[in-house]
């Protein structure tokens, strides 16, 4: 997407190599309008797949599964990274190895909004080594539901998730994948 792709070459920045700050416009402070495109873009691609609910993480996620959500017309569930005392045992719930953070997390779904008539869309904000969309993936699938795809905005391509989930035969959408990267603010697009 090349609007895209301009936000990210005119305000992202490569903080250390393999690392992107893109704080001004999609984690952070958000930009709607761009926002709105994304979501019209995720729409185009999987308008067909009678997608009955969005499912992303907290916190970034959110948002943007929000926005897109409006074009689908369909509710958004987001999984949870702390356990909350009013889900109970009542919950799906996947492991999350964090190359990023360096550590490793455990998210959570209610079992009361998924089920096996849903056909889910993922949605997040980055994809890099594709533990996110994998745990996701893993949730919706223990509750039956059939998953028609994942859409994230930036995918960093050099990490390999993206691949590694195509393969597997994910119908993968990234709307900006960066081949390479560093810190003297050279970013190259696949
Ligand atoms: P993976 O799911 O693809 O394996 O990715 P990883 O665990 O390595 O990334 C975890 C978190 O780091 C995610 O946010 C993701 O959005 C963020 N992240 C990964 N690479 C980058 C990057 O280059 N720049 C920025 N700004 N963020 C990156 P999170 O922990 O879920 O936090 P939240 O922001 O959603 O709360």
Redesign the pocket.
Same mark, same amino acid.
């Given at each position: 997407m090349q609007l895209l792709k301009d936000y990210i070459l005119k305000n992202g920045r490569v903080v250390t190599d393999?690392?992107?700050?893109?704080?001004g416009f999609l984690?952070h402070q958000i930009d709607i309008g761009l926002f709105q495109n994304i979501g019209r873009e995720f729409y185009n691609h999987f308008k067909n797949d009678n997608i009955t609910k969005i499912l992303t993480? &907290? $916190?970034?996620?959110i948002g943007i599964a929000c926005i897109t959500a409006q074009y689908f017309d369909v509710p958004v569930l987001f999984a949870k990274k702390n356990s909350v005392k009013t889900q109970g045992e009542n919950v799906y719930t996947a492991d999350?190895a964090?190359?990023?953070?360096g550590k490793n997390y455990s998210i959570r779904v209610s079992k009361d909004y998924l089920s096996p008539s849903d056909r889910i869309l993922i949605i997040?904000?980055?994809?890099?080594?594709? &533990? $996110?969309?994998q745990g996701l993936v893993n949730i919706a699938k223990q509750a039956g539901a059939t998953v028609a795809g994942a859409a994230v905005v930036i995918e960093?391509g050099f990490q390999g998730?993206g691949d590694k989930l195509r393969a597997e035969g994910l119908n993968l959408l990234s709307l900006a994948i960066i081949e390479s990267m560093d810190t003297s603010g050279k970013i190259t697009f696949r």
């Open positions: 393999g690392l992107l700050k893109v704080d984690n993480i &907290e $916190a970034s996620g999350i964090s190359f990023t953070h997040d904000d980055f994809l890099a080594n594709g &533990e $996110a969309i960093k998730g």
